[in-house]
C-alpha cells in the first residue's frame, strides 16, 4: 500500500502558476513508481472531487478538457515523485488538490481507473 503526500499548493493571483508535487512511499520491495499509474484530482467546497489527469506506468498523461492545454503532468522515477505544474490560473481551480494511485499494467490511464488511497491534500487557492 503506497502512501501519497502532496505539497506545492498556495494563494496566487488568476494567471498565475503552480507546480503540485505528490511524493510515494511504502512500496513493495523490486516495485517502483513505474508499476503504478497515478493521477490528480481536485474538491473544490460543496462540490464533488473531479479527476484531472493521470500519468501512466508507461508515462502516458491524460488530462480532462477543463485542464487540458494549461496544467501538465510528469513524474521523476527516481524521486518517487509525480508533479502537476499549472498555469494560467483561474479563481475556479481554487480546491483541495490531492494525488492518488493505482496498480497497473497499461500503457494508459483515464480518470475512470480504479484510483484509490488519496493523500490528504494541498489547497490551492486563485484569486487577486
Known amino acids: 500500500q503506497l502512501q501519497l503526500v502532496e505539497s506545492g499548493g498556495g494563494l496566487v493571483q488568476p494567471g498565475g502558476s503552480l507546480r503540485l508535487s505528490c511524493v510515494a512511499s511504502g512500496f513493495t520491495s523490486g516495485l517502483t513508481l513505474e508499476y503504478y499509474a497515478i493521477g490528480w484530482f481536485r474538491q473544490a467546497p460543496g462540490k464533488e472531487r473531479e479527476g484531472l489527469s493521470c500519468?501512466?506506468?508507461?508515462?502516458?498523461?491524460a488530462y480532462v478538457d477543463s485542464v487540458k492545454g494549461r496544467f501538465t503532468i510528469s513524474r521523476d522515477i527516481s524521486k518517487n515523485t509525480v508533479y502537476l505544474q499549472m498555469d494560467s490560473l483561474k479563481p475556479e481551480d481554487t480546491a483541495v488538490y490531492s494525488c492518488a494511485y493505482f496498480q497497473s499494467t497499461s500503457s494508459y490511464c483515464e480518470m475512470g481507473n480504479p484510483f484509490h488511497s488519496w493523500g490528504r491534500g494541498t489547497q490551492v487557492t486563485v484569486s487577486s
Open positions: 500519468i501512466s506506468t508507461f508515462g502516458s498523461a
